[in-house]
């Protein structure tokens, strides 16, 4: 299947992934005994980067402590990690390495309580889990529709064993609802951005070396968006965390770079991400962002900015993924400059 087909299919999986999440995944997380500890996750794969937005979320929403590694950090060195009533969420896709079902076997054998995120119910690790939180997106984790919807599952997931386990929140509410509303919103942008997303990849081809930039939430579909630039286009790109930008030495970032900034005017680090664009602009690197209208002060310091609609920050990075699954495939088309138009308003 064509990766614009698997874009354009993006709204459809998430929905129907949606539709189920609500009953599903409070079922598994009332039946989970999540214990006092750490939880431990692991992203296996092409989904190992996963790991990155399961600490935001249930750091977040459950308060609790969240230990990330891949497959073979957790195999080599985090084995003695694992004790009864430890939790330990893996998250899969169709391709599942060997060496996930092994480390699974060995956590289990240690007494740790294993849930899955996958969308192949059956696969081997499905049917090792103790709870298994489904999506409904075919292919494997390199897949875009496969990717949003694992993200968004993993964020409501946390989302729902908060409300499980803890009091709950006036907040949740809301964004409850928009999460539930994002397929519309994915949608929406689908139609109403081709020309800035085919001008920011002409942007990004012509350059040398380019820095993908997230706070928060927002550091996951900045990972994400450097990994496809990566193997789709064949670009020189890095996704970094907005400290991570900032301690870097200044003047590091060269004149023809590219940087592209993903925030938005709720995100808790909005202000680390403008000091972040700052920085680049003092060393002369073209600014590209991604945030909402709000942020007027990122779109002052972008060159380009594609403004989105205000969410809050962990609806927002979702959708802000996937933006960048549909800019790493207009990139990988080498896209000529075309002349923008406002888009319509957004939904809702």
């Avoid at 996963?50 to 891949?70: C, I, S």
């Avoid at 075919?138 to 997931?157: E, F, T």
């Avoid at 709000?294 to 996937?322: K, T």
Wanted: include cysteine; glycine fraction near 8%; proline fraction near 7%.
């Amino acid at each position: 299947m064509r990766i614009r087909q698997q874009i354009q299919e993006i709204p459809s999986a998430l929905r129907l992934t949606l539709e189920k999440a609500h009953a599903e995944y409070e079922a598994s997380a009332r039946q989970m005994r999540w214990g006092d500890g750490p939880i431990y996750v692991c992203g296996t794969g092409s989904c190992a980067g996963l790991g990155l937005a399961a600490g935001y979320a249930f750091e977040t929403f459950l308060g609790r402590p969240v230990v990330t590694a891949p497959v073979e950090v957790f195999q080599h060195y985090g084995i003695s990690l694992f004790e009864p009533r430890s939790v330990l969420l893996m998250i899969a896709s169709a391709s599942e390495p060997p060496q996930a079902l092994e480390l699974a076997q060995v956590a289990r054998q240690r007494g740790a309580r294993l849930l899955v995120l996958t969308n192949a119910p059956e696969g081997a690790l499905a049917k090792a889990a103790d709870q298994v939180v489904l999506t409904r997106a075919q292919g494997d984790g390199d897949a875009p529709a496969v990717s949003v919807c694992l993200h968004a599952a993993l964020n409501y997931l946390a989302l729902t064993t908060a409300r499980v386990l803890k009091r709950h929140e006036a907040s949740w509410d809301s964004l409850e609802r928009e999460i539930v509303e994002l397929p519309t919103q994915i949608e929406w942008t689908l139609t109403q951005f081709p020309g800035v997303i085919r001008t920011m990849a002409a942007e990004l081809i012509q350059s040398p070396r380019v820095r993908i930039v997230g706070g928060g939430f927002y550091h996951f579909p900045a990972w994400r968006a450097a990994r496809r630039l990566q193997i789709l286009p064949g670009l020189p790109a890095e996704g970094l965390e907005a400290s991570e930008f900032l301690s870097l030495q200044t003047g590091l970032t060269r004149h023809a770079d590219r940087v592209l900034f993903l925030s938005g005017s709720r995100s808790k680090l909005r202000k680390l991400v403008h000091r972040s664009a700052a920085q680049a602009q003092v060393d002369g690197a073209r600014v590209l962002s991604v945030s909402d209208g709000n942020d007027r002060e990122l779109a002052e310091q972008s060159d380009l900015c594609l403004r989105v609609p205000a969410l809050m920050e962990p609806a927002g990075s979702m959708l802000c993924l996937a933006l960048m699954e549909w800019l790493a495939d207009e990139a990988a088309e080498k896209p000529q400059v075309e002349p923008l138009r406002p888009p319509n308003p957004p939904p809702g």
